[in-house]
Structures are given as structure tokens and as C-alpha cells.
């Protein structure tokens, strides 16, 4: 990190059932959407994954095996959910012009991808992220439409700040969940503004504003970043700091990506930060980006109570492009690697049978 950006995340730090149906609510703007999912669980069980990409190297799988296939081993982890929440990294569109200033960008056929995202389960995703704006406001207004067409709720960008930075908030179980979303990676000129769009910048009095209103009308809240350094465990420290500021603010969880490989978990005071949860399907090839997990947060009585970590293998070398579960002494390794990552931040990550869990204390 040079020390323009050193500067730059430095300023950021000091400166979102009854038992048989689910309801959305969502203000994107002015307006209110509505959705009913029918479910059995009387519990609330939050799905959520890392870094979803489904372009790049994967292009040509995809388009031979079809959008679907990325989910299709996976996807049963998802069916106990009323919520499956995932990074969407690349726009889903045609339309607009690539970022002249980057050495990658993205995009995915949104009918194709939208339908594959939907049919795996997810009912929610962030934009907030340093790809989103890979084709310009174009390419991001035609995903918010897709999703939006979909079904698909969607946080941390949009056609200014104020859209950017709304809650999606959903009715559970008789409990209302908000979630929020957040980028705190370059380029700075994909960050909204009052009259731009863009994603939403973790500026931290922002974030504070934010959960502190969305937990006057909700009884959870939930807040994705991403943050951190590529292919590191090493926290950085502004990580910790907003990690913290947004449990202090009021967040039950923050869940974090970015970095593209697992990070340590944190329980802090009465919350839990998920500090990376790496990639989940991601169409590129990279060794370092090998293991991963599915998250699962429970909540009773609006308590988060427990965490649980299903270890997956991502390495596109090995799985093409196709995430898939991990048993024995191969999911061991990964619950270990998370488990001495999360020690060093004071939290006991448990080995039950090849799932990893963290359960929180008086809960």
C-alpha cells in the first residue's frame, strides 16, 4: 500500500414470520417493494457468501455448462434460509464502456446470471465493491433493474450517495433484519456521491448514521464491507477499527470480502465479525485463492447465537469454476487455518464434525 492510500484509508477511519412467510420490505428511493417467500423454519438463518464473479477465465465454462452450474453442489446449504447473501462483484449487463484506468474488469449476461443467482437461493447481494462500476453507470443501472426485476434485493450502490447507502430491510419470522453495504477499496472514483453514482464509501461517522438509524427499525442489522488486502490474513488496522465502530453503533454481524482467501473471525462485545469469508465462485485462476467457506449465522429471538463455517474447495484448477463441499482432513485443514487466525483475536472456533462453529457466549 503506497502512501496515497495509506493516507486515504487512514481518513476513511477517522471521518446497512410468522413461520410459514417472509416478507421484504426495501426502499430503494422513494419507493417500496414487497415480496412474500414461504418458509417453515422458525428460525432466522442467515446464508452468506464471499466474492461472486462470473466472468473472466470462467466465461467459456459458463456459457458451455450454463450459470447454474457454480451452484450446483452448493446450493443445498442454502434450502434452511430465509436469507442468502452474497458479494456480486462485475455488473450484470451489456450495456456502457469498460473503466479505461483498470487491468481488469468485469461483466456477466444479466438474464443468465440473474436467474442462475435466483434459482440458487439468493434474495440478497452488495454492489458495494471495486468492480461494480467496471462499465460506467450504464452497466450498474441495468444490474440494479435486473436485480430488481428479479427479485433480487440489493445494498451499497446505486444512483447517488443517499440510494447508496439504504438498507434493505426484510421482515422475518415477525423480526426485522437491515442490511448495509459498504467499499472501503480503490478506484475512489467509483464511490457515489450526492449527485453520482457509485457504492458507498465506509466513511465512519457515515456508518455509525446509517446503523444507528436502521436499528430504530430493526431488530437485527447486518453490515458487509469490502475491505482488506489481496490474498492476506493480515488484518489491516482500519478493518478492526470500522469492524468495531459498527458493532459499537449497533450491528448484530459485519461480514467482510475482498481479500479473496478466509480471515479470521472476531467475536466483539455483543456482535461477531466474519473479517473475510474469501471467494465463493470467482472466475479466475489462482492457487493462493484455494479454500473458502459458506457462513451461516443463527438468531433466536433476535440473538445471534451461533456461527457455522461449511469449508469449501474453490480452487478453480481443481473445481472448475465450480465450488464444492469439503470432508475429512481437507475440511479439518480449513477449520484449523480459521481457528489460529481467530485465536489471535480472541475467539474459540470449535470443530464440530468438519463444520466450523463459534458460539457466542449467553446466547
Known amino acids: 500500500m503506497n502512501l496515497l492510500q495509506k493516507l486515504f484509508f487512514a481518513r476513511a477511519v477517522a471521518a446497512s414470520f410468522l413461520v410459514h412467510s417472509v416478507i421484504f420490505f426495501v426502499a430503494h428511493g422513494p419507493a417500496l417493494a414487497e415480496e412474500t417467500i414461504n418458509s417453515s423454519n422458525s428460525e432466522v438463518v442467515v446464508s452468506a457468501v464471499g466474492d461472486m464473479m462470473l466472468d473472466g477465465s470462467s466465461r467459456s465454462v459458463l456459457s458451455e455448462q450454463g450459470y447454474d452450474y457454480p451452484f450446483a453442489r452448493v446450493r443445498q446449504y442454502f434450502s434452511g434460509s430465509q436469507i442468502v447473501f452474497g458479494n456480486l462483484e462485475g ?189 465463493f465462485t470467482f472466475g479466475t485462476y489462482s492457487a493462493n485463492s484455494a479454500r473458502s467457506a459458506i457462513a451461516q449465522l443463527y438468531f433466536r429471538n433476535a440473538a445471534l447465537y451461533k456461527v457455522r463455517l461449511i469449508p469449501i474447495n474453490v480452487n478453480n484448477f481443481e473445481v472448475q469454476f465450480q465450488p464444492q463441499p469439503l470432508s475429512g482432513a481437507a475440511a479439518d485443514a480449513v477449520i484449523d487455518n480459521v481457528r489460529t487466525l481467530s485465536a489471535a483475536l480472541n475467539t474459540e472456533v470449535i470443530n464440530n464434525n468438519g463444520v466450523g462453529e463459534v458460539l457466542l457466549e449467553g446466547k
Do not use: C
Not at 488484518?235 to 454481524?253: C, F, K, N, T
Open 91 to 279: 455488473p450484470l449487463t451489456t450495456r456502457g464502456a469498460p473503466e479505461q484506468d483498470k487491468t481488469y474488469v468485469f461483466r456477466s449476461p444479466p438474464d443468465k446470471v440473474g436467474n442462475a443467482l435466483k434459482a440458487a437461493g439468493f434474495n440478497v447481494v452488495t454492489l458495494a465493491n471495486n468492480h461494480t462500476l467496471d462499465f460506467g453507470a450504464d452497466g450498474l443501472t441495468e444490474t440494479v433493474a435486473t436485480l430488481d426485476e428479479l427479485g433480487i434485493r440489493h445494498v451499497g450502490a446505486g444512483n447517488n450517495l443517499a440510494t447508496a447507502r439504504q438498507p434493505a430491510q426484510m421482515l422475518v419470522n415477525g423480526l426485522r433484519i437491515a442490511i448495509l453495504g459498504y467499499s472501503m477499496t480503490l478506484p475512489e472514483n467509483f464511490y457515489a456521491w450526492k449527485n453520482r453514482p457509485g457504492t458507498a464509501f465506509a466513511h465512519e461517522d457515515q456508518v455509525r448514521e446509517d446503523i444507528k438509524l436502521a436499528r430504530e427499525k430493526a431488530d437485527i442489522v447486518l453490515v458487509a464491507f469490502h475491505w482488506g488486502q489481496e490474498r492476506s490474513t493480515k488484518l489491516r488496522e482500519y478493518q478492526v477499527s470500522i469492524g468495531h465502530a459498527a458493532i459499537d453503533a449497533g450491528a448484530d454481524a459485519v461480514i467482510g470480502h475482498h481479500p479473496h482467501i478466509l480471515q479470521g473471525i472476531e467475536k466483539y462485545k455483543n456482535g461477531i465479525i466474519l473479517y473475510s469469508l474469501g471467494n
